[in-house]
């Protein structure tokens, strides 16, 4: 199933981005202390759009300030203690790190020497795939553990040792599903697949927010599925969500997203592994360490109310928990859902000034009559100003009449 991949760097755009070439001759890349590494060469070579550049080089942090100041881009010092700098080039940010090598790792952090060596450099990243480096002017690429012939077969391997590499950084585990969805060669009997299933556990030792994040961005890849299947059935997020016993639903969201022309969510994503409880939800959006925001979208995703109309689901519970529920097909049809992706509510016509004006006498029954108002309102489905008066007419008339 190889499919041949270029030998060098192919150029593309982002190769011509303005001030690199500058960047990358004071770096000195064409005495080779500076190379594209990790993520822009790997897709670079797939012929994949690539947005985050990587630039390792044999100079020591101070030396890499002093050279992008030097031709006049700013160097914002984002990890100096992993040896990262952020070169900003007009507007758009470059990464350079320090080459390293693990001195000492714990499964969740690294104590790192800076080296001149580019094979121990490699040596420390999880993949082969991960570990290609290329010349910035030629695009000669230098490959120390087969990440070439790997990347061909779309085959996500370790460097080294798996249970090795797995014991130094647990999130590796997280990685390596993610890169194997990505990249699509799904390999249940690999070694390095069973070192994976073998220390699922030990991603409890991990932040909640690295799990998190971790697991949205395999969520939010083109098709996650069988991915996320193998991992439900071999065990290993049940460390993570043990809640999550299948795939089906989330697999039936996939087809609908793209029937419909939605985009992936990884949020709705998530919610269809769950079941329909928005406790339960509340309760492992708590667990995951997510914001505020994200915990609330995965409550009301999977908390069915009783609603007379989509536009009604939407007016109640916004457009957007509205639509994920349509998707996840606990409201209506998927196929209203892009019809309301679009929806805006429209705002109740009158206010409980209006309704005091009307002859409505101030005092705790507006906001009861307001409140009856919308409802009808909205049953109504949303009439405009006149005949939302007349509604609130009929009702004043009503309640005055009870008070004499
Ligand atoms: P993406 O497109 O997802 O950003 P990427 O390969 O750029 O893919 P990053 O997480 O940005 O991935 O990391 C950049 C590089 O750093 C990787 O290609 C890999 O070489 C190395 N790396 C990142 N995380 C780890 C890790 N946990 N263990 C070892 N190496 C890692
Ligand atoms: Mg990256």
Known sequence: MSAPLPDRLPPSDWRERAGLDTLCATLGASLGEAR??????????????VKDVDIATVHLPEEVVRRIKSVGFKAVPTGLAHGTITAVLDHWPVEITTLRRDVSTDGRRATVAFGTDWREDAARRDFTMNALYADPGDGALHDYFGGQEDLAARRVRFIGDPHARIAEDHLRILRYFRFT???????????????????????????????????????????????????IEDGVL?????DVTSADALRALIATERQAGIPADPLRRLAALLPADGALADQIGARLRFSNKARQRLQKA????????????AYR?????????????????????????????????????????MGLTA???????????????????????????AMAAQMIVAELRSIQ
Do not use: N
């Open 181 to 231: 969805a990505r990249f699509g060669a799904l390999d249940r009997s690999a070694a390095d697949y069973a070192a994976c299933v073998t220390h699922a556990s030990s991603l409890m030792a991990l932040s909640r927010e690295r799990i998190a994040d971790e697991l949205l961005r395999l969520l939010a890849l083109t098709d996650p599925a069988d991915v996320i299947a193998a991992m």
């Open 238 to 242: 049940r460390p993570v969500l043990p």
């Open 363 to 389: 005092g705790p029954q507006v906001a009861k009559t307001l409140q009856l108002l919308e409802r009808e309102w909205i049953a109504a489905g949303f009439p405009p100003t006149d005949e939302t008066r």
């Open 36 to 49: 594209f590494v990790g993520g822009a060469v790997r897709d670079g070579l797939l012929g994949l759009p």
């Open 302 to 313: 999977l908390t069915p109310i009783d609603a007379s109309s989509p536009e009604a689901l």
């Open 317 to 357: 519970l916004g457009t957007e928990s509205a639509v994920d529920q349509m998707l996840l097909g606990l409201a209506f049809t998927p196929d209203v859902a892009a019809r309301m992706a679009d929806w805006t509510a429209p705002k109740l016509p009158l206010s409980g000034g209006d309704l005091i004006a």
